[in-house]
Structures are given as structure tokens and as C-alpha cells.
């Protein structure tokens, strides 16, 4: 949700669980860091430069109004392998979209992503 230049709010519901409040923040902050490689971030999410991740974190966790936790780089991982298998346990049922999903191989990607984020030193 957008107010003039200002991001309000965001929403997804591509992977909406009942979970701790952390879990949807680490969620976020995947996307808003992001947690992905710098060729990616220039490739696909059209970065002008490789985004400055720090930073981008900081806003991110003053925007919240609360202290980032310490082990942010292992909650952001722990949530994306979630994501993960639950991507794979409804792609082996046949459901949609996550079939397709994995029959494209959007699983390996993934699990590409969470090897680079356990790998991230901020």
C-alpha cells in the first residue's frame, strides 16, 4: 500500500500462516533487504547498484519501531526453509499455483536463496 513516497503497508498472502509476529517481519524484510544475491537484485529486481542491505535494514527495523533481533540473518532463513516446505508438501499434493511452481524450478531457486542467506555476514 502506497501514501504519496511512502511504503504503509504490506501485503501477501502467497504464504499467510498463523505464526509468531516475527516470523511475518522476517518475511518482509526478505523482499525489503533484500535477501537475495547482488545479481539478482541488479538482474530481476532491477537494483541501479547492489542495494545497500544494511541500511536498508535499519529503516526497515526503525520503520517498525522495535530493535532488530541479533540472529536476524538466521530468522530470515529459518522462514524462507519454512516457506520451502510448504511449498514442496503442497507442489507433491498437486496444488496450485505450487506445482507449477516446482515442476518450474522455483524450489531449487529457493533453496539457492536460503544458501545465500545463511551465507550473509551484516
Same mark, same amino acid.
Given at each position: 500500500m502506497w501514501r504519496d513516497d511512502e511504503v504503509v503497508g504490506l501485503l501477501d498472502f502467497g504464504h499467510a500462516r498463523p505464526d509468531e509476529p516475527l516470523f511475518d517481519v522476517a518475511y518482509a524484510l526478505e523482499y525489503a533487504a533484500?535477501?537475495?544475491d547482488d545479481e539478482e537484485c541488479l538482474r530481476s529486481l532491477?537494483?541501479?547498484e547492489p542495494p545497500d542491505r544494511v541500511r536498508r535494514i535499519? @529503516?526497515?527495523w526503525d520503520a517498525y519501531g522495535i530493535s532488530a533481533p541479533h540472529d536476524i540473518v538466521a530468522r530470515v532463513a529459518d522462514q524462507q526453509q519454512r516457506? @520451502?516446505?510448504t511449498c514442496e508438501? @503442497?507442489?507433491r499434493l498437486?496444488?496450485?499455483p505450487q506445482a507449477t511452481w516446482a515442476w518450474e524450478g522455483y524450489?531449487?531457486?529457493v533453496r539457492a536463496r536460503i544458501d545465500w542467506t545463511k551465507s550473509v555476514e551484516l
Open positions: 533484500p535477501f537475495r532491477r537494483y541501479p535499519e @529503516l526497515f516457506v @520451502l516446505e508438501a @503442497l507442489a498437486g496444488i496450485e524450489i531449487e531457486i
